[in-house]
């Protein structure tokens, strides 16, 4: 089968490799369609995130590695003691490995388990023409939302996931700082959670075009001051969403605030940033961060399927596996016009 393997910085390679078999508990999956993500990206640009050096605890696998942990597919072969799921069915997969035993997974908070990992980072993943999964990251999809929408399932759990963790209520004004593809659904998530308003930051005017689309208020903070444009036409901020990860956009998030508001991190940040808790200490206001999602894939397909949550939107290319790298990982580098890129994995 074809394969998008890491092999380290600036080297990902699209070569043969053997199908992998379904163990006792695991699931094959044909897979069908992958989104490219952020942590893809910084794979490939940065060489950071990529299981080194030693295996992985829960997949017991290191680099080389196959990439890609948002996609959907058809389940094709399944090991032994699994239920729930059958051959032949349409599902998606929630990519996180988790212990089941630790503090964190007993309480049901698997998503901060002492050995978390991912699929496509820790283990091999989906930018293949077949993947083999744990039974429990299965989900089954219904026949009305497309593969091209089981691919987004995971990154709209990531902005759903930071809603739901909020404090928004219905009614509430919010600004969402980054408008890139977890933006983009923090925007439509919020919209579907019953935001009144809800404000747009990015220095990108073509990414500022797609999140008017989907019905936000755009603003370039490159053009005007956004703290000061947002402030003035809101009369603040209820919550805001930092989906951008830069010291401007988290400055400003604590700037628009209400009293009593809070800014929610959901970017995974680089670098260190300063907060101006004074700012905070004075609103009384909270500061939290989100880290994927848990218990929240079941809700976003069934919005997905009920056209609550209309994901398609945020797609602006699919292409080919053979073309991974430069239609994938250095486009988006380069052009910036560019939300989510599908990968077509399964060969019409």
């Known amino acids: 089968m074809k394969a998008a393997v890491w ?19 695991q699931v094959q999956i044909k897979v069908e369609y992958a989104g490219i993500c952020g942590s893809d990206l910084h794979a490939y ?25 948002e996609f959907s ?16 069915d349409r599902v998606v997969v929630e990519p996180l490995y988790h212990c089941g035993t ?9 998503n901060q388990c002492t050995q978390f990992g991912f699929v496509g980072l820790n283990g091999d993943g989906g930018f293949a023409e077949y993947v083999v999964v744990e039974a429990y990251m299965v989900h089954p999809i219904p026949d009305n939302v497309s593969f091209e929408e089981g691919a987004l399932v995971e990154p709209t759990a990531v902005a759903f996931h930071a809603v739901r963790h909020s404090k928004m ?9 980054g408008a890139g593809p977890i933006g983009l659904l923090t925007i439509l998530s919020a919209k579907a959670a019953g935001a009144s308003e809800v404000y747009a930051v990015d220095v990108f005017e073509d990414r500022l075009a797609l999140a ?23 009369g603040g901020i209820d919550v805001a969403y930092e989906a951008a990860g830069v010291q401007p956009t988290m400055d400003s998030a604590v700037s628009v605030i209400k009293k009593g508001g809070e800014v929610v991190v959901i970017a995974a940040i680089p670098n260190p940033l300063q907060v101006n ?46 073309d991974v790298v430069q239609d994938g990982l250095e486009l988006l580098m380069s052009d910036k016009s560019h939300a989510k890129i599908l990968i077509e994995i399964a060969e019409k």
Not at 169 to 177: R, S
Not at 282 to 294: C, D, I, P, Q
């Open 73 to 88: 597919g058809t389940v094709s072969a399944l090991g032994d003691n699994v239920s729930g799921v059958k051959i032949g």
């Open 277 to 322: 808790f004074f700012h905070m200490l004075v609103k009384e206001a909270n500061l939290t961060a989100t880290l994927a999602y848990r218990h929240i894939f079941p809700e976003v397909i069934s919005l997905i399927a009920e056209g609550a949550l209309d994901v398609k939107q945020i797609v602006t290319k699919k292409i080919k596996l053979n």
């Open 7 to 25: 092999y380290g910085h600036k080297d990902v390679r699209v070569e043969e490799r053997e199908v992998p078999v379904a163990q006792a508990g």
């Open 212 to 234: 008017a689309k989907l019905g936000a208020i755009p603003v370039n903070s490159s053009k005007v001051d956004a703290t000061e444009v947002i402030t003035q036409q809101s």
């Open 102 to 110: 630790c503090e964190y997974c007993i309480h049901g908070k698997y």
């Open 169 to 177: 209520k219905v009614g509430n004004k919010v600004a969402v700082y």
């Open 45 to 69: 640009h940065h060489g950071v995130g990529i299981q080194e050096g030693e295996n992985h605890p829960l997949s017991g696998q290191k680099a080389p590695l196959t990439l890609g942990h």
